[in-house]
């Protein structure tokens, strides 16, 4: 098993920055590729930003730019640098892992999932 926590939401106002992080343990040995995901009230959930195990990363086109996804493999902790935050980007922000997957975020399918941290941008 896997277990994934995310830290680091809040509130802020648009184009302001936030760090989001996710601290993973348990068997992660296998776990090839990483990634965010969220999910805003009465919208269905959509892939953010995904990693593979040698640093390829690949984002959801309405992000590109803006944020910025990244992994330390020595403290298996999965980040993303948010800035220039809209009040589209306001969500529930979920860290989510998925074992022996080489792909984009569009086609992740992850096995694991944290409990999301609620990201929350004002105009």
């Known amino acids: 098993q896997v277990q994934l926590v995310e830290s680091g939401g809040g509130s802020v106002q648009a184009g302001g920055s936030l760090r989001l992080s996710c601290a993973a343990s348990g068997n992660t040995r296998s776990i090839t590729s990483m990634g965010w995901f969220r999910q805003a009230p009465g919208k269905e959930r959509e892939g953010v930003a995904s990693?593979?195990?040698?640093?390829?990363?690949t984002y959801v086109d309405s992000v590109k730019g803006r944020f910025t996804i990244s992994r330390d493999n020595a403290k298996n902790t999965l980040y993303l640098q948010m800035d220039s935050l809209k009040p589209e980007d306001s969500a529930m922000y979920y860290c989510a892992a998925q074992r022996w997957f080489v792909g984009t975020i569009a086609t992740m399918r992850p096995g694991y999932w944290g409990q999301g941290t609620q990201v929350t941008v004002s105009v």
């Open positions: 990693i593979d195990s040698v640093g390829s990363t």
